[in-house]
């Protein structure tokens, strides 16, 4: 089960959601079958699923299998344990892509709580947390307090991870999303570039990540007036998408339509 597991972990990094789920899918099985239900390495299992299921788009199914996890976790482990605040963290991911923030926050709240519980302040944990609840701010339009939780989190990170980390970057980008909000594209700029060098240099020029962080440079171009570099990094971003998803993926579809409005206008 272990090797099914490692296999569909495997697929995940490469952006295979479904063959993931297959392996995932037999490792379940065979957990379940040689530990029972209600054990560690079946809530794994079941954990791997959710968040496959939510790279695949599909966030209810996500969270049908993490709720299953979280219940066996806090039987086995109790309610402050590393692998709960795992779990807790993975349904606020999955209540964030359903559009509830709010209650994507409530389980960063407690994910947050158990990680500086169990391993102090300056955890590479801790970080993600705070990075989930800067997100989640910024969905529910206080950008100010995104800046303050994605300022934190970026701390924790550098001394965690080093500078050169695609942690860093994404806590980065959220800081960039976040000034850009608050009407600062210049300030945003600055946080974006920062963090696609490091994405760059990380994951090579073609790479959905790369991807977001050129359409908040578009986006913040467009805010400066510039239009011409704005939609030179939308079409870079666009590129990159429809090679990764295809042309009908939604964030593909999306673009298409930023750009079409900046062409017609511009």
Known sequence: ATILSNLGGAWSDLGDAKKAIEYHEQALSIDKEVYGERHPSTATSLSNLG???RSLGDAKKAIEYHEQALSIDKEVYGERHPSVATILSNLGLAWGELGDAKKAMEYYEQALSIGKEVYGEKHPCVATHLRNLGGAWSELGDAKKAIEYYGQALSIGKEVYGERHPSVATMLSGLGL????????????EYYEHALSIDKEVYGERH????TILSGLGLAWRELGDAKKAIGYLQEAYDILRESYGDEDPITKGLRAVLNVLEKTN
Request: without cysteine.
């Open 208 to 211: 959905p990540s790369v991807a």
């Open 51 to 53: 968040t496959a299921w």
């Open 178 to 189: 976040a000034w850009s909000e608050l009407g600062d594209a210049k300030k945003a700029i």
